[in-house]
């Protein structure tokens, strides 16, 4: 089952979606009181740090203040699927390298990472591993999916020709991937090869991107399951 909303987050976002909490909400409602089997995975991808960021002029800074919030609300969701909801089994992915991302990039010409952004994710990351240790010293319970670790390693290597330019890119400043004018012209490009490109927009990877990432913590998933 999933109950994931596109654009939500662990707090509200202010673009109406369910967060996390309502998300479990349905989860319980739809167990009817039954026990739970299977493994429960959850994604956070830093959307609470963007709405933030649009709510305060684009500056990072007010992203990172924002961090013991955000895990503070996080923390109390994963108490709540393992407590009562009575998962015995959880993965929590940490959070990718946001200033790797051409919402970043752009700016500095895709040359390079923006390194407040990534200081931002390398401090939720330390917060969301201490949450994890508090709630469970065994690590029985809850899986944290490092997925940090593989975006740098391809962002770093050859895998992908182009890594830090999308593959369907904005022509405006501010614009967005699937823009159209009022006339309906196209205000955006799209490359001939995605599977070059780390990043299909903005802030997704491609289909091969997530690929070579998914090769990389299947593993540990694997691990984490077998225990």
């Known amino acids: 089952m999933n109950f994931a909303v596109g654009g939500s987050g662990v707090l509200d976002t202010g673009y109406f979606q369910r967060n996390i909490s309502s998300q479990i909400d349905l989860f319980q409602k739809q167990l009817q009181g039954s026990a739970p089997a299977g493994v429960a995975l959850v994604v956070v991808s830093g959307n609470d740090y963007s709405a933030v960021v649009d709510k305060n002029n684009g500056?990072?800074?007010?992203?990172?203040?924002?961090?013991?919030?955000?895990?503070?609300?996080?923390?109390?969701?994963?108490?709540?699927?393992?407590?009562?909801?009575?998962?015995?089994?959880?993965?929590?992915?940490?959070?990718?390298?946001?200033?790797?991302?051409?919402?970043?990039?752009?700016?500095?010409?895709?040359?390079?990472?923006?390194?407040?952004?990534?200081?931002?994710?390398?401090?939720?990351?330390?917060?969301?591993?201490?949450?994890?240790?508090?709630?469970?010293?065994?690590?029985?319970?809850?899986l944290l999916l490092d997925l940090h670790t593989p975006f740098l390693t391809f962002i770093d290597s050859a895998r992908f020709p182009v890594r830090l330019r999308p593959c369907c890119e904005t022509l405006k400043a501010d614009g967005h991937c699937g823009q159209l004018?009022?006339?309906?012209?196209?205000?955006?490009?799209?490359?001939?090869?995605?599977?070059?490109?780390?990043?299909?927009?903005?802030?997704?990877?491609?289909?091969?991107?997530?690929?070579?990432?998914?090769?990389?913590?299947?593993?540990?998933?694997?691990?984490?399951?077998?225990?």
């Open 59 to 142: 500056t990072s800074e007010a992203a990172i203040a924002y961090i013991p919030t955000v895990v503070a609300g996080l923390k109390e969701q994963l108490r709540r699927l393992r407590d009562d909801v009575g998962m015995r089994k959880v993965v929590v992915t940490n959070l990718h390298p946001m200033g790797c991302t051409p919402y970043f990039t752009r700016p500095l010409n895709y040359s390079g990472c923006d390194p407040l952004a990534n200081a931002g994710s390398d401090q939720h990351n330390a917060a969301l591993r201490s949450v994890l240790d508090a709630l469970d010293p065994t690590n029985s319970t809850f």
């Open 181 to 227: 004018d009022d006339a309906g012209n196209k205000q955006y490009t799209v490359c001939d090869d995605p599977d070059r490109h780390f990043y299909w927009d903005d802030v997704h990877p491609t289909q091969a991107a997530w690929a070579a990432v998914a090769d990389a913590f299947t593993p540990a998933i694997h691990r984490f399951l077998s225990t």
